[in-house]
Structures are given as structure tokens and as C-alpha cells.
């Protein structure tokens, strides 16, 4: 059967080539996004595999279900960028990975927040230039400070685990709490109470309308004034241009971010050479107490090995038994 896999990078070539081994599909590599543009490629392609800035809204699945596409696997987590009521009324069946790694993001979580707090980042560059100075470069002992989670599921509890070790209070923020968060002594509260009472909140629910610009203008006056916040989410749970002037005015002291709203037309690529044009991601860049990373939490060698075998799987299952443990259940996420 071939599969068109769009959006590849050399990475997602090794190791879906690498799983592919026990399964023998036609997997034929795209580099460009899936979109309007692009999805004539997909044309007798009867599964199309798309990453987290495919864009597969209402146009692209008609386009996709018209060449005979019939599931769409998303080799990730997230499912924003699927129009899921179209794909169930053209009766395209859709598979992500629900689980891989969850301690890939988690630990990319706590790497920005190391970074963001010892100025790690900063100290580099320095030392580079023989600059041996340490003004500047003050940071704060993490063991005894409040740690908001919102989200508390596989990645949530990764990083509250961590975050226990390092003999933080926690708190979460989820409205479905985690009975195992409860015994890491996690104190549920609502949004409000947790924001205003973490040094550092980090989010890792997915991004939903109850949960776009969940961190908004009135949500950043509740945090702690110089507070640390990292989003290694979704890009859309916050309202970027509130966080950038929560910055400006010190309302927030740090932000780590692995995902940005306008990420699409960025991330994943070399732009070293090109001018950037959003100049909400260029302000961002210049902040001293900011640390960007280009949607790389999940990239480490577990998570692409689980990642590709557990998408072939699910391809592999629909084939042979017409369903996937891994399908989005619709009624589930459309009540
Ligand atoms: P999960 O499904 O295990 O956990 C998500 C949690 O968020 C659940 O406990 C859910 O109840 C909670 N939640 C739902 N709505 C909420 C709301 N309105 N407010 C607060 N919490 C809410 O998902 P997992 O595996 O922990 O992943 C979380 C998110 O991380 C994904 O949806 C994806 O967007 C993102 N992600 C980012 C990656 C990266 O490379 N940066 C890689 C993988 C996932």
C-alpha cells in the first residue's frame, strides 16, 4: 500500500525506512507542508501521514477523500490541525500517536526552564567571547518554588515527577485531575488560584477552544509578578502579543517557548539566510529572558522510533481489521 508522508524531514525518512522494515509499504516522501497547494501530490495516495503544521482543513480532506485518501495518520500527539467533523463526514478515518515519549517533551520542559533561570543560554555565549563575568547571570534555587502544571496527563505528570525531584511544590490545573498527580502531593486549584501562586507555570494541555489564549491579557495579571512561564503546548494557548507585553512591563520575568501560534511558516526550516517577516516572533528573539526553541521538545530517538513504528502499526491495523486503537474517536471529542 503506499503512503504519502508529507511534511518529511531526513530525520522522518530513517526512522519510518527503519520501521517500515516489518511492514513493507510504498512510503513515498514529500518535503512541503500538506496544504490547498500541495495536497495534488496526495492524488492515489490511499494514506496520506501528516505532521503538527499540515494543514487539514475542510478543502484539504475534500481534496484528500476525492483521490481516494482514506486515513489520514498524524505522527504526532496534537490533532488541532485536523477539521476532525469534516474527515468523519467524508468517512476518513484518522490515527495519531497518542503516546510516545512523554518524557521527551517533559524533559525539553525542564531543560528550558534550567536554561531560562541560570541564563544558560547567555553564559554560553559569553564564555565563548572570553567573557568570564557573572553579572547578570544570577538565577534562583528551584527546590522550594511553586510549579503550576496545566494539563496534567502523559507530559503533564513527566514534568510534575521531575519537578518533584527537584523539590518543588506543585500544583495543577486540569479538569480531569490525575489521581497519580494527587500522590506526588499535587494540589488541584482552578486557573486562577494556581497562576497566581507558581514561580513557574508550564502548560501541557492540548489546544482545544476551551483552551485558545488560555494565558490572555487577564490571565497574566493573576501570575506572580516575574514569574517564569513555558509553553512547550500548543502555540495558540497563549495570546502571544499579551505574554510580549506581560514581558515589556515585567509582569513576567521568563518564557520558554517550543511552540508559537505562527509557527507554520517558520519552524522545521533553515530561514538563517532570510528576513523575518512576523514581527511578533522577531520581538520575541530579542528578549534577553526569552528562550525559543523550534518545536523540537519531542526530538529525541525514542520518540521517533515509537512515533514511526506506532503510525505504521495503526496503518497496518485499519488495513487488516478496519480499525486502530489509535483512530480519534469522534464522539469522544465532538459530544
Ligand atoms: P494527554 O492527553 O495525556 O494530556 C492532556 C491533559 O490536558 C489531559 O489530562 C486533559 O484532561 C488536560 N486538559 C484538557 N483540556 C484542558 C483544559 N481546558 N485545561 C487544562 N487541562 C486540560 O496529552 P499529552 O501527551 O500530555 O500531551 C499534551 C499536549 O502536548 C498535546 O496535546 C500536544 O499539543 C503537546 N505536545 C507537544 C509536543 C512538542 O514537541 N512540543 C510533543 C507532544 C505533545
Do not use: W
Not at 490515527?95 to 533561570?117: D, G, I
Not at 528573539?285 to 526530538?299: E, R, S
Amino acid at each position: 500500500m503506499k503512503i504519502a508522508v508529507f511534511s518529511s524531514k531526513p530525520y522522518d525518512q530513517k526512522f519510518l525506512t527503519a520501521a517500515n522494515r516489518s511492514f513493507g509499504y510504498e512510503l513515498k516522501f514529500f518535503e512541503p507542508r500538506l496544504t490547498a497547494e500541495t495536497v495534488g501530490l496526495a492524488a492515489g495516495f490511499p494514506v496520506v501521514c501528516g505532521f503538527v503544521n499540515d494543514r487539514l482543513d475542510a478543502a484539504v480532506l475534500e481534496a484528500l477523500a476525492e483521490g481516494d485518501t482514506r486515513v489520514i495518520a498524524l505522527r504526532c500527539a496534537g490533532f488541532n490541525n485536523v477539521d476532525l467533523a469534516t474527515a468523519e463526514r467524508l468517512g476518513l478515518k484518522v490515527v495519531r500517536v497518542p503516546a510516545y515519549s512523554p518524557y521527551s517533551v517533559a524533559e525539553h520542559t525542564v531543560a528550558l526552564m534550567m536554561a531560562l533561570n541560570r541564563k544558560t543560554h547567555r553564559a554560553h555565549a559569553r564564555v565563548r567571547e572570553g567573557n568570564f563575568a557573572l553579572n547578570g547571570l544570577l538565577g534562583f534555587d528551584l527546590h522550594g518554588r511553586t510549579v503550576g502544571v496545566v494539563g496534567t496527563g502523559q507530559i503533564g505528570i513527566a514534568v510534575a515527577r521531575i519537578m518533584k525531584g527537584f523539590g518543588c511544590r506543585l500544583l495543577g490545573f486540569d479538569p480531569y485531575p490525575n489521581e497519580d498527580c494527587k500522590s506526588l502531593d499535587m494540589e488541584y486549584l482552578s486557573i486562577d488560584d494556581l497562576l497566581s501562586r507558581s514561580d513557574v507555570v508550564t502548560l501541557h494541555c492540548p489546544l482545544t477552544p476551551q483552551t485558545r489564549h488560555l494565558i490572555n491579557v487577564d490571565s497574566v495579571q493573576r501570575m506572580k509578578r516575574g514569574a517564569m512561564l513555558i509553553n512547550t503546548s500548543r502555540g495558540a494557548v497563549i495570546d502571544t502579543q499579551a505574554v510580549i507585553d506581560a514581558m515589556k512591563s515585567g509582569q513576567i520575568g521568563y518564557l520558554g517557548l517550543d511552540v508559537y501560534e505562527e509557527e507554520a511558516d517558520y519552524f522545521f526550516e533553515d530561514l538563517s539566510h532570510e528576513v523575518i517577516t512576523d514581527d511578533t516572533l522577531a520581538r520575541l528573539l530579542t528578549f534577553p529572558n526569552v528562550v525559543i526553541t523550534g518545536h523540537q521538545a519531542f526530538f529525541t530517538q525514542e520518540a521517533l522510533q515509537s512515533i514511526a513504528e506506532t503510525t505504521l502499526q495503526s496503518i497496518h491495523d485499519i488495513e487488516h481489521s478496519g480499525t486502530s486503537g489509535n483512530e480519534l474517536d469522534m464522539k469522544q471529542i465532538m459530544p
